[in-house]
């Protein structure tokens, strides 16, 4: 018992010391000013206490955090079961069903209850669901870090606003012919890059990425340059005219489609012969070849189907902003996308979708703060990786069970 | 008897170092060759050259099971697991955060063959093959010994387990020849005697011939049938367990020149 105390009361020692470090350290800018106007000495030393007590509490708050990780590292290590008390409420049928049941209402009746500004701030946050889900193949289950995934969206975008705009293809269309040739935008990024790992990798998709948004910025016969694609229609369905409030709508539900096909699908490939490859392939390249698994046909699936996921998003997005140009697809795109994945959870699909809507929806939501956006932002992927470095929903390992002959 | 493994005058250069010297080797069917030499002679490297790691400067190397002979030279490691050799790494390599019986399950990769439309609608093909790699990777890990660890990451695993998941591990890939790479390092006397049974129980019940690299002496003494000894890269002595014990050659690699002598 005393032991705890003494233990509380050395973290508190450091923390004073923390702050006292930091108020000498900002007496120079923070409490002296000189008035050149009336030649005196300011001295603000309100500054020193704002300061002091604010590093303290935060030095302290970190500490805590700290320990309070520290030791549920300790209770996961000893025991064998690799759930959170989070998935574990989540395998309660109990729990389960009636969440799903509310869940499915709340995004059914989403649309009709809230404003139409509201039902455009979660397409675009689906939207982003699905680059994350897509995203999540490459970085999640393969381990290729990639930060030129917007090229796909870009393609998938350009591929609607093009076709529509020389050969009148609609967006059912146009949809699996963007999702094919982001695919094979995607197979074309993966060859030159097959020997790459890690940095160097990154580097080299930061740069694809950046290639294909000069292309289009540049290439004006092709693209319409800077200047962009307008008039981009809407999704249809069966040819019914709709209003621009039924048409969001009708995007809503489109959007949450193709999530849940999202979903599926990578959920499917996840467990399966092909998603098993890929992980092994994150865990160790050189055991993962050693086993019999073929290193470039399982970077290239990969990629490719990474890449679907983007094109049918920038189809989407193509056809509700009804305007594209090059602006929207820059590196900033993509280092978002990378933080959906990364703060969601690797490899986990829930953790990606929580982080794509905490992502997006938290700016919207927070437009008060705007200007603090960023600082926030940087505070928070900082203090994730500190305190939870697998994300907010950790990816669990499948679980066999199997009968004593 | 045609040998399963039949190595020619196998050299490998790194620039100018010359870190396998026309190295030749045999490994019969069911036999345990145990490949030994000092540290740096070049044991690993004659793995990776075997395995496909590497690509040999000069010399051939075949395979032959089931009548079929075959040139490995220049085949991707993949390829080469395919055609039945199968191998563990000296310093563990498994795949930490996946379960003990995905380690297994992932040896099975290259003996299934379902693709993405498969994963995708799961039809009865695909899910008739996934239970069956379930089942077959269950029944290796029951063989190994680990079948209590079934879903545990390959990380929490007790060091001597880790080991052994690497074996059945290579075992999943139906190999004809398993390669390990100084199977026995870090583990105590217990651990290496149950290895030592695993290892010939292996070969006596599945007919794969095994090429060892190993350090601890007791050991290869044991259950080898022939040792090869390099040193620089060169073959300096071959034989029985006996043999090698009393070869001078061996003795002055290993404890240096007797200055009596």
Known sequence: ?405 | MEPVLEVNSLTMDFGGLRAIDQLNLRVMPSEIVALIGPNGAGKTTFFNCITGIYTPSAGDIFLSVNGRRERLNGLKPNRVTQKGIARTFQNIRLFQNMTVLENVMIGRHCRTSSGILGAIFRDRRTRLEEEKVVSDSYKILEKIGLDRFVNELAMNLPYGAQRRLEIARALATEPFLLLLDEPAAGMNQKETQELDELIVNIRDTENISILLIEHDMKLVMRISDRIYVVDYGKKIARGNPLEIQRNPAVIKAYLGEDPDA
């Open chain 1, 1 to 405: 018992m005393s032991g705890i105390f003494m233990n509380v009361r050395g973290e508190l020692k450091k923390s004073f010391q923390i702050s006292a470090w930091f108020m000498f350290l900002t007496f120079p800018i923070l409490v002296i000013r000189v008035n050149t106007v009336e030649n005196v000495i300011e001295w603000r030393w309100y500054n020193m206490a704002i300061v002091g007590v604010s590093t303290f509490l935060g030095s302290a708050l970190w500490r805590y955090l700290l320990s309070v990780k520290e030791k549920s590292q300790r209770i996961n290590a000893a025991s064998p079961g690799n759930m959170t008390s989070f998935q574990k409420a989540f395998s309660d049928k109990r729990f389960f069903y009636p969440a799903l049941f509310i869940l499915i209402g709340f995004v059914i009746s989403f649309p009709f209850l809230f404003s139409m500004y509201q039902a455009n701030i979660m397409i675009t946050a689906l939207i982003y669901v699905m680059l994350g889900l897509g995203l999540n193949i490459v970085v999640g289950l393969a381990g290729l870090l990639d930060l030129g995934y917007v090229a796909f969206y870009a393609v998938g975008a350009y591929s609607y606003g093009l076709l529509n705009f020389h050969f009148g293809l609609g967006f059912w269309t146009t949809l699996p012919i963007a999702a094919i040739l982001a695919a094979l935008a995607g197979i074309l990024l993966g060859y030159p890059v097959l020997r790459l790992r890690g940095d160097y990798l990154a580097i080299v998709t930061l740069g694809f990425g950046e290639i294909i948004r000069l292309v289009l910025e540049n290439w004006g016969e092709f693209s319409h340059g800077p200047s962009g694609i307008a008039n981009i229609p809407r999704p249809s369905l069966l040819g019914i005219d709709m209003t621009l409030t039924q048409n969001t709508i009708f995007t809503y539900f489109v959007m949450i489609g193709l999530v849940l096909f999202t979903i599926f699908v990578v959920n499917r490939l996840q467990n399966s012969r092909i998603g098993r490859a890929w992980i092994a392939l994150r865990e160790d390249e050189i055991a993962c070849q050693a086993m019999g698994i073929d290193r470039t046909r399982t970077k290239l699936t990969a990629f490719a189907l990474g890449a679907t996921w983007a094109g049918m998003g920038g189809v989407v997005f193509a056809a509700k902003t009804t305007f594209i140009n090059p602006a929207s697809f820059t590196i900033w795109e993509s280092v978002i996308i990378l933080c959906i994945v990364v703060l969601g959870g690797m490899g986990s699909i829930l953790g990606v979708i929580s982080g794509a809507l905490v992502l997006t929806l938290l700016p919207e939501y927070l437009r008060a703060f705007s200007e603090y956006r960023m600082l926030i932002f940087g505070i928070m992927l900082v203090s994730m990786m500190v305190f939870r470095p697998e994300g907010i929903i950790r990816n669990v390992r499948r679980t066999y069970t199997f009968s004593k002959e």
